[in-house]
């Protein structure tokens, strides 16, 4: 049974950093591309950052709005993904999930139809 398992999550103020980790259980996601999206209250699910496979060369996907500042990466050995954020802002405030991504999708990196697997998600408050 496959099972993605997000951490890190907490409150931070503005300027602050977070780094959330998503480990992966149940089978290896080393061929498979990973993401991570979030969802505000009372808002749409918004795409965040992903990261291509590995033997791609891991290419990374960012949202305009998070450009600069987070950071995606992977430890295919952990069968683990990072989403390293700074310079949080209030309006980062959100669930983040993570997802696995399906193999040979042509769906766009952004686009949460190109996802199979998810998260339970882990809220990231960011206030003063």
């Known amino acids: 049974q496959v099972q993605l398992e997000e951490s890190g999550g907490g409150l931070a103020q503005p300027g602050g950093s977070l780094r959330l980790s998503c480990a992966a259980s149940?089978?290896?996601?080393?061929?498979?591309?990973m993401g991570w999206f979030r969802q505000a209250a009372g808002k749409e699910h918004e795409f965040v950052a992903a990261?291509?496979?590995?033997?791609?060369?891991?290419?990374?996907y960012y949202a305009d709005s998070v450009k600069g500042r987070f950071t995606i990466s992977r430890d295919n050995a952990k069968n683990t993904v990072y989403l390293q954020m700074n310079s949080l802002k209030p309006e980062d405030t959100a669930v983040y999930y993570c997802?696995?991504?399906?193999?040979?999708?042509?769906?766009?990196?952004?686009?949460?139809?190109?996802?199979?697997?998810w998260g339970q998600g882990t809220q990231v408050t960011v206030s003063s």
């Open positions: 149940g089978r290896s996601f080393s061929s498979n591309g």
């Open positions: 990261i291509s496979l590995s033997w791609s060369g891991g290419r990374t």
């Open positions: 997802a696995v991504r399906r193999s040979y999708s042509s769906i766009s990196y952004p686009n949460p139809s190109g996802y199979d697997y």
